[in-house]
């Protein structure tokens, strides 16, 4: 007797893959406050002070850059970052004191969240109280809503801080990439923010130093089962200098130049760095 075989396909029998609920925290909430109260602070009356001397002419130098119709030689912006912002924003919806100020005003809001970025090191509870007294400071309320620069110097201290501390922390080919990152903002830093942006870098620099030779010092030399060496020296070789200073070097001229459709904006660097020194 034959068998005889059902052509009919067995359906796949597919089992409900578990979805991960998204959930409302305390400590969300508490996050959400702090940058509604950020924003509401830095936006509320932001046109209502006209441009401080220290704010038109680098408002200025954006406008005439920005407007074909503007009149007036090409002037040398004190920032080529904020430069690049407010041409930007001039371009799209003219300009204002609102529109002069709105970068800064939103990178300070940024900086007032960098502490949630060292919430495994620090804990959840030093970073939601570090924010909570950013964004009570009245140093940095002013300097958002005045736009100054520093406000970008630390935001990307901030930031390459972050990806310093990343890549020290992983032991996967990921950490490369949050190397090239922490060389890239520490170019930026130098190159695009202010003049004291290059003081800071070099502060950061020689603290640096001091912490590799402590650690070089006190250090117990291990290797992961991964063979991921932890120390110094290994650190220090395997960071991803050539690769980061080159595609630093190249988004600061594309920042500075306003992805080459502004290449006198590179006297700005040169300004930034006749600044520093």
Known sequence: MQNVIDPTPTPAIYTAQPTRAFTVTVEG??????????LLL???????VPLASSELAPALAAWRAAAVESSGAPLIATSPLNFLLQS?????FGASEFTARLPVALAGVLVILMPLAFRDQIGAGRALALSV???????????????????????????GLWALTRFYSRSDAARMNFGVLAIMCLIGLILLTEAGGAILALILLLAGAITWL??????????LDSGYDSTPNAQLRAFPWVLGIGLGL???????????????GLSAVTAVIGGAL
């Open 88 to 92: 930007g924003l001039f371009s799209l």
């Open 133 to 159: 007294i950013l964004a009570c400071s009245p140093v940095l309320l002013a300097a958002s809503k005045f736009s100054e620069p520093m406000v970008y110097a630390a935001l990307l201290t901030g930031l």
């Open 250 to 264: 190249f988004a600061a001229l594309l920042v500075a130049t306003g992805f080459m459709l502004h290449p006198a």
């Open 214 to 223: 402590w650690e070089r010092v006190d250090h117990e030399p291990f290797a």
């Open 42 to 48: 830095r936006l509320a009356e932001l046109d209502s």
């Open 29 to 38: 909430i508490a996050y959400a406050v702090i940058v509604l109260f950020a």
